[in-house]
């Protein structure tokens, strides 16, 4: 687009002279305001252009903004200064100013001397109005935070009407925290109707730059009126030729046509349309200067010939330049009546009740507005009463009606008990009751927004008469008013004025979000009743360590250390901070269980441990800066969550050094808690244990990581390598080392840049770490002193046995072998009685010694019921391969006697598995008293001697039966093998120990195996 707009044709060049500067402000938030001075102006041109751009060069570039344009003959009236907004879309950057006649690419163009900065969104200071629109003769509070950029905390605060030039709302002080107190401004001046800026100039404490921010204020249009000649309540009903003279602000731009203004009429009651009246009028200009008005105003307009207006309440309707404006319930259509008989109404049926305490804080009461029509002629007092059943506020004096019986007031309730009450209307010795209100109780805390452990006061009032109030239900937490808050027959109290002393906010969670704040009780008769209000309660970073005795905490803040101490963030220290530092950040009123980020800036650290508020709102997180991060900058540190409104940052910001090996960190044993292996934190290490080493702040190059083996005596273990970030990272093995402090280090070209110490520890192991009596097990020794003597290693704590005396080495390390003694099974200590060393910090380790019993019995016994189990099936097996050769036998009674003998068998071997049961469970039971169990392997052996002869009887059949009796035969003959070894068992069995029925219970195995084998080759053999 750039180079087709060069290549049109462009008119004869106009001409333009002068200087333009920027007078303020020298930093700008997109949408704000800047103020240039033009000196020495001409131009030929009707219209003058004005750009941002990033060059100085005298002519339009192709890359400027332009911001307006305005009439020559505007900018002549309005020099030498004039204000001109930019837009909210310009990007960050440093900008001049340029002033031309033209709208082309190439065309001259006068430029500033000067820059302004256009700040990044990070920059912005928060300004806010309350309430953002309303009419002229408004005043809005304002307040500001955030104003952390460059020099401006401590400075002022600049509050203007639109521009730089225009009317000065107020002023106030920014304090050193970059706030802005909340005050209230000066009304606000006549304008036309719609959205306007005050302009906010901050200037830093030296007064030498400014910041130009804004906020928004919408005007909107406001109607005054009275009639003719009469107090401002009504016209007269039903009559003709009433005036009403009315005035207005805030109105648009533009002319009111002549006699366009209606008046509607609604019925008092339901609000229904009774009539519209026209009205005449002369036409006018909105802010017409010949008439002496403002923008947006006019004055004394009257609007004659009404007639005939029916009773009821008026709404004025204004047209201008076709915008129809309709304003509600301006005044009354009324006529008198008889005493009694008129209308009245009120304008809400429930409210708050307001008080003055005694500390200053006000609770404002609701406002009703009381209305009435048809009072009685000689303009009677009105009376209005609140009566209920356990208070009256006694009679009122309300006001006088006006001659047509029409009037209007306005009642603030104020230390009214809560309740429901009767209102009654008197007048003229006549009452009429108008309706019920109800006084709500209502509470409000001061402040209504805050961090954890703040103080705060709770103020109610409209408590029911002698109600009491017991508990105060904070968030989550529950906190006792101690004594209990009683309303009496007042029905207000605050907890300060209560019990002696403020409200501490707990430790619950926020997150930036509302927290219902609830105080509760009963009332006189015994029913509970609770009233509430909000509490917003905002996350903070704690600058430097928590300390609470009373509940024994003590959480450590800041920037670690070589030594393992936390140096506290700005502005209670200045530490110094590397790339890859570790950070250990703790907050409170967070949101309960939301995972959180931390950032510098736009970098993000690395959370190594925490991330998340616990239900209470409290975080604590160590995090690293990130390795990437620039350094010698200054940097908000951020802690947010995913809601927007869970967000904390440290109000100073944070400096990160170049690296030096001068201020270089080491951190020995760096844990992802922060914590280090180190002797000032408490921690001992073990000859062979790994340890992470972490270095921030050395300078690029090679460095060699070394430790003192012995006082004085220095050893190599690693060169490292160090980039331009400052870090190094190592794991390291401990190596062999005398028990005691040892220092550790970071050395280049043969000087140390930084140490730290750690402590050796006395260890011993053992390989392997289960054996059983009998088994050969080697005790290794570490960290031990320098070939200390009298060592002594023990079985055991009590009357220990001693293993052997170690011979300790120069290095602190001995190595032996033992024998484990005759014992039960069990978990042991070997113990290393070292004299150096009180008993309860002898170095030792455990050995389990196995149960044999349950080794070789328990375990044989289960392989010997599965083999009795496929035993079984290989004997009903054996069933089904007999009677298959039932239709081929030659002899019947051979084969009944075969299927004899089969059944036999098979009731030999449910014996031999019941007599197996019976074992099983004696050797449970006892675990290691033989003799039950004798008993039952002799059982177990009468079993296979049954199934022995059972076997013995099936021979002479058939070819095929044949067969299978020579694999029976065969079978006979493992039995009888085993049982041989059986009976040798047995004769032994009055001397037998556990390990001999192990050798049984192991023969009987094998026999079963056989068993099995046997069958299975007979069936083949079928």
């Known amino acids: ?242 005036e009403i003279v009315i005035s207005g602000s805030g109105f648009p731009e533009g002319t009111v046509e002549e006699d366009s203004i209606k008046i509607i009429v609604k019925d008092f009651e339901t609000g229904e349309t009774l009539a519209t009246l026209e009205t005449e009028h002369e036409e006018f200009e909105i802010g017409d200067e010949d008439q002496g008005w403002e923008d947006g105003e006019f004055l004394d307009i009257t609007l004659s010939n009404i007639d005939y207006a029916p009773e009821g309440e008026i709404t ?51 406002t009703i507005t009381f209305t009435g029509i048809g009072f009685s002629e000689g303009s009677p007092e009105v009376i209005i009463t609140f009566e209920g059943d356990f208070y009256s506020t006694g009679d009122i004096v309300a006001v006088t009606a006006d001659e047509n019986g029409a009037w209007r007031f306005e009642y603030t309730l104020e230390d009214i008990p809560g309740g429901v009450y009767d209102v009654r209307i008197t007048s003229a010795d006549r009452y009429q009751r108008i309706g019920e209100f109800t006084v709500t109780p209502h509470l409000e805390i001061d402040p209504d927004e805050g961090n954890v452990e703040d103080s705060v006061n709770i103020y109610a009032t409209g408590c029911p008469v002698d109600s009491e109030f017991d508990t ?124 959180v980020k931390v950032k510098l800036g736009d970098y993000t650290l690395d959370i190594t441990d925490g991330g998340k508020a616990d239900s209470n709102g409290d975080l604590i997180l160590v995090a690293r800066v990130p390795s990437t991060i620039d350094y010698e900058e200054e940097y908000t540190l951020t802690v947010s969550g995913t809601t927007d409104t869970n967000k904390a940052d440290l109000d100073e910001k944070i400096y990160i050094s170049e690296p030096n090996d001068v201020d270089a960190k080491i951190f020995f044993g760096l844990q992802p808690d922060g914590s280090l292996l180190t002797v000032e934190a408490g921690e001992t290490l073990y000859v062979g244990d790994k340890v992470d080493v972490v270095g921030v702040g050395f300078e690029r190059g090679t460095v060699t990581l070394r430790y003192e083996k012995k006082a004085g005596s220095w050893k190599d273990l690693v060169d490292v390598k160090v980039g331009r970030d400052g870090i190094l990272t190592k794991t390291i093995k401990v190596p062999e080392l005398i028990r005691g402090e040892h220092e550790f280090g970071v050395e280049r070209d043969g000087d140390l840049i930084v140490t730290t110490a750690f402590e050796i520890k006395s260890k011993i192991e053992v390989t392997p770490t289960e054996a059983y009596v009998g088994d050969t097990v080697k005790v290794k020794g570490t960290g031990f002193g320098e070939e200390e003597e009298d060592v002594l290693i023990y079985f055991g704590e009590e009357e220990a046995p001693e293993l052997f005396e170690a011979e300790v080495d120069e290095n602190g390390s001995f190595e032996e072998t033992f024998t484990v003694p005759y014992t039960s099974p069990a978990r042991y200590k070997i113990i290393a009685d070292v004299p150096e060393l009180e008993e309860e910090d002898d170095p030792y380790v455990w050995l389990n010694v196995l149960d044999v019993w349950k080794k070789d019995v ?165």
Not at 957 to 970: E, N, R, T
């Open 1 to 242: 687009m750039v180079a087709n707009v060069a290549a049109m044709a462009i008119p004869v060049s106009a001409v333009i002279e002068g200087t333009i500067t920027i007078t303020k402000p020298d930093y700008i938030v997109p949408g704000g305001c800047i103020e240039v001075e033009i000196t020495e102006f001409s131009a030929d041109g009707g219209t003058i252009y004005f750009y941002l751009s990033e060059d100085d060069e005298p002519e339009i570039s192709s890359g400027d903004i332009r911001i307006a344009s305005i009439s020559r003959d505007d900018v002549e009236e309005e020099l030498p200064e004039i204000t001109i907004q930019i837009p909210t879309t310009v990007n960050a950057g440093e900008y001049y100013v340029k002033m031309a006649e033209s709208r082309y690419v190439g065309r001259a163009a006068i430029v500033s001397d000067n820059t302004v900065e256009v700040l990044a969104e990070e920059d912005w200071p928060t300004i806010t109005i309350d309430p953002t629109s309303g009419n002229v003769g408004e005043t809005p509070e304002v307040e500001g935070k955030d104003i952390v950029f460059k020099d401006f905390e401590e400075g002022t605060a600049d509050f203007y009407w639109k521009t730089y030039e225009g009317d000065l709302l107020g002023s106030a002080p920014v304090t050193e925290d970059g706030e802005i107190e909340e005050f209230e401004l000066n009304p606000i001046p006549n304008s036309f109707m719609g959205v306007h800026k005050v302009v906010v100039l901050l200037t830093n404490e030296d007064g030498d730059k400014t910041l130009g921010t804004y906020v928004e204020f919408e005007v909107e249009p406001d109607l005054t009126n009275w009639p003719a000649d009469t107090p401002p309540f009504s016209i007269e009903a039903e009559a003709s030729n009433q």
């Open 316 to 366: 004025i309707q204004i047209k201008v330049d076709g915008k129809v404006l309709t304003f509600e319930d301006q005044l009354l259509a009324s006529q008198t009546r008889d005493p009694g008989d008129f209308d009245c109404k009120m304008d809400i049926t429930s409210g708050i009740s307001g008080h003055l305490f005694a500390d200053g804080y006000e609770i404002e009461g609701d």
């Open 472 to 595: 105060v239900i904070f968030g989550t937490e529950e906190i006792d008013i101690d004594p209990v808050a009683e309303a009496g027959d007042v029905g207000f109290w605050d907890y300060a004025t209560v019990t002696g002393e403020l409200l501490e906010v707990p430790h619950i969670s926020g997150g930036g979000k509302a927290v219902e704040v609830v105080a509760s009780g009963e009332d006189r008769d015994g029913e509970e009743i609770s009233i509430s209000t909000e509490f917003t309660l905002n996350p903070v970073l704690l600058v430097e360590e928590w300390v609470d005795a009373e509940e024994e905490i003590e959480e450590p803040v800041g920037v670690l250390e070589t030594d393992g101490s936390w140096t506290p963030f700005p502005p209670a220290a200045e530490p110094i901070v590397f790339p890859g530092n570790p950070v250990r950040i703790v907050g409170w009123g967070f949101l309960a269980g939301e995972s």
């Open 858 to 1022: 328990t375990d044989t016994l289960d392989d010997l019921s599965s083999a009795v189990d496929d035993l079984s099936e290989t004997v009903e097996d054996l069933k089904s391969d007999i009677a298959s050769l039932s239709e081929t036998a030659a002899s019947k009674e051979a084969l009944a006697a075969l299927s004899d003998k089969v059944s036999a068998l098979e009731s030999s071997v449910a014996n031999l598995k019941s007599a197996l049961d019976d074992v099983k469970g004696t050797a449970e039971g006892t675990k290691g008293d033989v003799s039950t169990l004798k008993s039952d392997v002799a059982d177990l052996k009468s079993a296979v001697d049954a199934l022995k002869s059972d076997v013995s009887g099936l021979a002479g059949l058939p070819a095929k039966v044949d067969s299978i009796s020579s694999a029976v035969s065969g079978l006979s003959s493992q039995i009888s093998e085993a049982s041989s070894k059986a009976d040798a068992a047995a004769a032994a069995a009055a001397n037998l120990t556990t390990l001999m029925y192990i050798a049984i219970i192991f023969s009987l195995l094998a026999f079963i195996f056989a068993i099995v084998s046997v069958v299975q080759l007979s069936r083949k053999i079928a």
